[in-house]
């Protein structure tokens, strides 16, 4: 089973400054990973597929770079609504994998 | 447009059984598969398995082999997930996810159903 790990657990940044979470894998995952954030009480939403791809009506803020082990999630400006949990996942392998997720908090 | 919409709240006593329901429309059931994901309170994302709408082949992480069961009811446009032997650690919200295809065959949970919170205490 891959692993992956999240880092840093909580990140605490103020609207308008820039956010980088980082996901690091067990073994290489070539680009097959995927962010997804998630708001309390609501269900997990897709942001970045394949490493860098943005999905549906994802604002161009959110971009997502890496490949092999190491990953990232960059939001270059934060707006109140980004403030949320952030899980990364991985699709090279079954078991499909989550990180233990990033909090961006205020 | 696509939604998934999962049956409600469960109370379960430990050692039961739980059935989740996610009916799916918007689209042709059978074109894109399902996974199931657990979240217990205040805890991170677990895949649970996978099924294949079009042939009902499925596919389960170890942990809980022998403990889940994906099924789908295509004349319902309807996956279901079934957890057998029920305890206290398996209190959460258990979410289906419908997968996209990208690109040149790669997939991703584009969909998610509400979540359905399962409490299981005596």
């Known amino acids: 089973e891959i692993v992956l790990t999240q880092s840093p657990a909580t990140l605490s940044l103020s609207p308008g400054e820039r956010a980088t979470l980082s996901c690091r894998a067990s073994q290489s995952i070539s680009i097959n990973l995927a962010w997804y954030q998630q708001k309390p009480g609501q269900a997990p939403r897709l942001l970045i597929y394949h490493g860098t791809n943005r999905a549906t009506g994802i604002p161009a803020r959110f971009s997502g770079s890496g490949s092999g082990t190491d990953f990232s999630l960059t939001i270059s400006s934060l707006e109140p609504e980004d403030f949320a949990v952030y899980y990364c996942q991985q699709r090279y392998n079954w078991p499909d994998t989550f990180g233990q997720g990033t909090k961006v908090e205020i | 447009q696509v939604q998934l919409v999962q049956s409600g709240a469960e109370v379960k006593m430990p050692g039961a059984s739980v059935k989740i329901s996610c009916k799916a429309s918007g689209y042709t059931f059978s074109d894109y598969s399902f996974h199931w994901v657990r979240q217990a309170p205040g805890q991170g994302l677990e895949w649970m398995g996978w099924?294949?709408?079009?042939?009902?082949?499925?596919?389960?992480p170890q942990q809980f082999q022998g403990r889940v069961a994906i099924t789908r009811d295509t004349s319902a446009s309807t996956v279901y997930m079934e957890l057998s032997s029920l305890t206290s650690e398996d209190t959460a919200v258990f979410y289906c996810a419908r997968e996209d295809r990208f690109g040149s065959g790669w997939y991703y949970y584009s969909y998610w159903g509400q979540g359905t919170l399962v409490t299981v205490s005596s």
């Open positions: 099924i294949s709408p079009a042939s009902g082949a499925t596919r389960y």
